[in-house]
């Protein structure tokens, strides 16, 4: 019965969505291995609980200026706050979980 209440109280609990931005300059190779990089360490560590929005800047210069961003391809997390970025094709998923502050740096030993 206890098993049965907990099950319910957990799916009634609210998910929290990351919500990542990925600034990017066209269909580069680095921009696609960054967004590869992405969706694998978002699959093995947020458990469908994020969401991804890909930003072209050779489409949407603009929107550069809201995060401002200086160098591409760069991943913002929006939430949860506070606001974190890290530059580069994520390619180090230590770096990345450290930088979207996953896992602490600590106990990576850095």
């Given at each position: 019965?206890?098993?049965?209440?907990?099950?319910?109280?957990?799916?009634?609990?609210?998910?929290?969505?990351w919500r990542?931005?990925?600034?990017?300059?066209?269909?580069?190779?680095?921009?696609?291995?960054?967004?590869?990089?992405?969706?694998?360490?978002?699959?093995?560590?947020?458990?469908?609980?994020?969401?991804?929005?890909?930003?072209?800047?050779l489409e949407?210069?603009?929107?550069?200026?809201?995060?401002?961003?200086?160098?591409?391809?760069?991943?913002?997390?929006?939430?949860?706050?506070?606001?974190r970025k890290?530059?580069?094709?994520?390619?180090?998923?230590?770096?990345?979980?450290?930088?979207?502050?996953?896992?602490?740096?600590?106990?990576?030993?850095?």
């Amino acid at each position: 019965m206890n098993a049965r209440r907990k099950n319910a109280a957990d799916q009634a609990a609210p998910v929290e969505t990351w919500r990542l931005r990925l600034y990017v300059a066209g269909q580069t190779p680095k921009s696609l291995q960054a967004f590869a990089n992405l969706k694998r360490i978002c699959e093995d560590h947020l458990e469908r609980q994020y969401r991804i929005e890909v930003i072209d800047l050779l489409e949407t210069p603009q929107l550069a200026k809201d995060d401002q961003i200086l160098a591409i391809p760069t991943l913002v997390r929006k939430l949860p706050e506070p606001v974190r970025k890290i530059i580069g094709d994520l390619s180090n998923t230590e770096r990345v979980l450290v930088g979207l502050n996953l896992i602490s740096a600590a106990k990576t030993g850095a």
